[in-house]
């Protein structure tokens, strides 16, 4: 009766989608204890549509692909999460546990930024942060600040993520931003600090900023309304205009792309959400998209943007999406 229960369990907890469906019913067979009535409940399922049938198919087939495998080793290495690459001899565990404990070991340093933050925001979500002094620091997906508003300066640390600043004049309190590679010190103006994992980036969207390396302290660079400047351990980088509105349409609950390659757009959109996301197909990453999603519907991002596209997203649960 008991296993009855858990058989009725499964089927009810499935979605409806059929390529969720295929892969919970491929990760439960795979189990030591799967039962005669699970089995027979799996075989109607399959049995229910041709459909059915090829989505599971195809489950087993990413199983072995070796390309997928070495795909989801390589975006496990540029993210530094894994210690060795991983390969089709020693990947014993499904796919969907294997990412998931590839994105544990990416969160051991998050404890001690929220120790350390005054103010934070998870994956997907922002937050607008307000001032004694009248001004505001909206706080974008998985961000954190520290803030001192103390003495001679107004000073905020970005201590991860991005953070679009709109400061109140003050002549006599310069309000300065850190981060890891930059320093950058206004009086009143609205701009953005982004927080990378190679540099920084500083964006205006009005007013006057000064932009400094944080390591050298060397002749500063001036930024004026829509533009922007890089800084990594290279140094500060040549200022540029701001032709486009990917760059700063967050602020207004949208991600805009025009004509930006498929890779740009998965990188943007993964900020967002958790997971991995994997490409099957390499040649797809140039794709030109055009269009704007809504931050609000974040958890269906990657959804969104498949519906509206001729590329398949096979989703191994929510947390790894193979992309061709």
């Not at 210690?83 to 990412?99: D, N």
């Not at 607008?128 to 909206?138: I, L, N």
């Not at 486009?244 to 993964?270: H, K, Y």
Request: aromatic content about 8%; glycine content about 8%; charged content about 25%.
């Amino acid at each position: 009766m008991k296993q009855n229960s858990e058989t009725n369990s499964l089927e009810s907890g499935l979605g409806n989608d059929i390529d969720e469906q295929a892969v919970a019913w491929f990760v439960r067979l795979r189990a030591d204890n799967v039962s005669s009535e699970e089995k027979s409940s799996f075989l109607r399922w399959l049995n229910q549509a041709d459909a059915h049938r090829d989505a599971f198919n195809e489950i087993s087939k990413l199983w072995g692909d070796a390309d997928l495998l070495q795909a989801l080793g390589d975006t496990a290495q540029k993210h530094n999460i894994a210690p060795h690459k991983i390969t089709t001899a020693h990947f014993k565990l499904p796919l969907a546990i294997a990412a998931c404990l590839i994105l544990a070991l990416s969160f051991r340093n998050e404890l001690g930024i929220l120790t350390q933050g005054d103010y934070s925001t998870g994956v997907g979500e922002r937050r607008t942060v307000y001032f004694d002094d009248g001004s505001t620091a909206m706080l974008n997906t998985d961000s954190a600040i520290a803030v001192n508003m103390d003495g001679p300066q107004r000073r905020v640390e970005l201590l991860k993520g991005e953070a679009y600043f709109e400061v109140k004049p003050n002549p006599g309190r310069p309000f300065v931003v850190q981060a890891a590679h930059s320093t950058t010190r206004v009086l009143g103006t609205r701009f953005f600090v982004h927080e990378q994992s190679d540099g920084d980036e500083v964006k205006v969207m009005s007013g006057r900023v000064e932009v400094a390396d944080r390591r050298t302290l060397k002749q500063p660079v001036v930024l004026h309304d829509r533009e922007a400047v890089s800084i990594d351990a290279a140094g500060l980088g040549e200022t540029r205009l701001l032709n486009s509105e990917l760059a700063t349409s967050w602020v207004d609950g949208f991600l805009v792309f025009e004509n930006a390659p498929l890779e740009s757009v998965i990188g943007q959109i993964r900020r967002y959400r958790t997971g991995l996301v994997v490409y099957r197909d390499n040649s797809l990453r140039g794709l030109k998209i055009n269009g704007r999603i809504n931050l609000r519907e974040s958890d269906d991002m990657l959804k969104v943007l498949g519906r509206n596209l001729s590329v398949k997203m096979t989703y191994l649960t929510d947390w790894l999406v193979i992309i061709g």
